[in-house]
């Protein structure tokens, strides 16, 4: 067996999928100039992988579409999933007064947005939620993937990781 085959399967069950959805989403995005349609790569009981890609326009569409997969990977019986989307975002520094401001704009919105790849994580059974980050790199030559980070979210909540259902999680990363 060799050293990258025995380290993979020293990782946990949902770390291995986030690394997959990981290496699917760099690849697209370096070798794609379209923005990245948002996926989720899930896994049921049995093993089995699905994939689902995700269109939506708006905040309705949004909100039929995780109904729908809520339904669906109930249906299904789906034990961890992992979505990966393009996405703004906005870098503050710990002490910037903005954090605290409600009014401040939406990361598609502020001048100091910059595109980047977020990928979440979700295992209930484990209580775990895994999310990283990279910024996505304009370049002449087409697009590139800056250093995978781990954000930092604490007890992460909201509808994105609540797809199974509400569960009790640790922070993991």
Known sequence: MSQD???????????????MSW???AS???????ELMTQFISETRDGSLQFYSTPWGNEEEKVIVLDLLRKKFAEEGV?????????????????????KDE??????????????LMVIGVDPAAGEVLHYGASIIEGDDGRS???RQTEQRGQMGGRMINLLGPFSQRTVN
């Open 145 to 147: 993937l800056g250093e």
């Open 23 to 25: 290496k699917i989403a």
């Open 103 to 116: 009014d401040r704009p939406m990361p598609s919105q502020d001048p100091q947005r910059e595109s980047a």
């Open 5 to 19: 085959a025995k380290q993979n399967d020293d990782l946990s069950p949902l770390l291995k999928l986030v690394d």
């Open 28 to 34: 697209f995005i370096t070798n794609n100039k379209d």
């Open 79 to 99: 034990v961890r999933y992992v979505l990966t989307s393009e996405v703004w975002r906005v870098r503050y520094a710990a002490d910037d007064a903005r954090l």
